[in-house]
């Protein structure tokens, strides 16, 4: 459940969260449309998949093991990604903005990788997969309320930078879920 919401987190925040607070300061149409391009990291992730197979994450791939020195390593990227958000203006600097997204939805991808390959490895039968997969997705979906609606509310109530400080730190809350 716990890594099923850090991995819905992200999602909404880099595709829905963002563009709203783009529009909001100002943003050209046209320049939020090409962020929808780093994206495609997500449907990509099977060319990088074989190399988290292959080689161990780095820091904590000695630590934790492959699958979940990936996971950590993703979630750090993830909360440098959110946090690094959180102290842009996208009316100011549409390229810091642009770096901390792909660092978002790349950092992303390859937590979904490794928390998939994880929860795979750790079934001892396929029995125990259908339970996995239905407590990763009740969690995932409750991240991306947390990322659309409790994001937004954070915004209107202090402002987007607060909202992606938060957010930032609630990531975390996936490594909670294996340690």
């Known amino acids: ?94 390229s810091r903005i642009a770096v901390f997204s792909f660092l978002i939805v790349f950092s992303s991808s390859i937590q979904d990788i490794s928390i998939d390959a994880w929860r795979i490895e750790i079934a001892r039968d396929e029995d125990e997969q259908a339970p996995l997969s239905a407590m990763y997705q009740a969690g995932y979906r409750i991240g991306m309320i947390a990322a659309g609606a409790g994001s937004l509310f954070i915004a209107e109530l202090v402002s987007f930078n607060a909202a992606y400080f938060v957010m930032s730190v609630l990531i975390f809350v996936g490594a909670l879920g294996f340690m």
Request: charge should be positive; charged fraction near 10%.
């Open 1 to 94: 459940f716990m890594l099923g919401f850090a991995a819905g987190l992200p999602f909404l925040l880099y595709f829905s969260t963002l563009s709203f607070w783009m529009e909001r300061s100002g943003v050209e149409t046209a320049v939020i449309a090409y962020f929808s391009w780093f994206g495609l990291s997500y449907s990509l992730k099977f060319l990088w998949a074989p190399l988290m197979d292959r080689f161990r994450a780095p820091g904590f791939g000695a630590l934790l093991g492959q699958r979940r020195g990936w996971i950590l390593v993703a979630q750090v990227g993830i909360f440098a990604g959110l946090f690094g958000m959180g102290t842009s203006d996208p009316a100011l600097d549409l």
